[in-house]
T-cell receptor, first 112, second 112 residues
């Protein structure tokens, strides 16, 4: 009964370092999403994949890239981390786009 | 693009009192609307959704919401709040491009 699994749970980076946040879902969902959550700003969509093989930019895509590796997995990459990318990152999936989203537990990222 | 406004950043209610959290949306067509709840350090969990049909929708944990097209609102209500309802609540609208927009959230504090 894993649902949406995100790794790692915590990460500290130095400015300029790169890293990839991993997300996997075991619900056979078609759509997957990456959000960042900052105090007072709610969740903002970074990228999403409405179906396997497609990815689209959300509200705040700059500084990020994504890969829909297969139907289960959707990764988020920071090529050159900046302090402004300090945030909590959530991955979510839904059976189809515009439907109920199921969220992972989040990744807390600090960029020093 | 669609957008969501939650006018109240923080609300405090006494246990047993009624609750109403406000949500206003901006969207050109019939919206798909959602309310999610987030406990500290956790991901988001769906409370209820509106896609079409009856404008009063029931959700989990005794919550309900009413869709009012004329007011572009989707307010969340609960007749009697429990201490365990203390959390942050997010309203969201699904967009025409299969993306999702969340409000900034309302933090609920419950007084004994």
């Amino acid at each position: 009964n894993a649902g949406v699994t995100q790794t790692p749970k915590f990460q500290v980076l130095k400015t300029g370092q790169s890293m990839t946040l991993q997300c996997a879902q075991d619900m056979n969902h078609n759509s997957m999403y990456w959000y960042r959550q900052d105090p007072g700003m709610g969740l903002r969509l970074i990228y999403y994949s409405a179906s396997e093989g497609t990815t689209d930019k959300g509200e705040v895509p700059n500084g990020y890239n994504v890969s829909r590796l297969n139907k289960r997995e959707f990764s988020l990459r920071l090529e050159s981390a900046a302090p402004s990318q300090t945030s909590v990152y959530f991955c979510a999936s839904s059976q189809i786009a515009k439907n109920i989203q199921y969220f992972g537990a989040g990744t807390r990222l600090s960029v020093l | 693009a669609q957008s969501v406004t939650q006018p109240d950043i923080h609300i405090t209610v006494s246990e047993g009192a009624s609750l109403e959290l406000r949500c206003n949306y901006s969207y050109g067509a019939t919206p798909y609307l959602f309310w999610y709840v987030q406990s500290p350090g956790q991901g988001l969990q769906l409370l209820l959704k509106y896609f079409s049909g009856d404008t009063l929708v029931q959700g989990i944990k005794g919550f309900e919401a009413e869709f009012k097209r004329s007011q572009s609102s989707f307010n969340l209500r609960k007749p009697s709040v429990h201490w365990s309802d203390a959390a942050e609540y997010f309203c969201a609208v699904a967009g025409v491009n299969n993306d999702m927009r969340f409000g900034a959230g309302t933090r609920l504090t419950v007084k004994p």
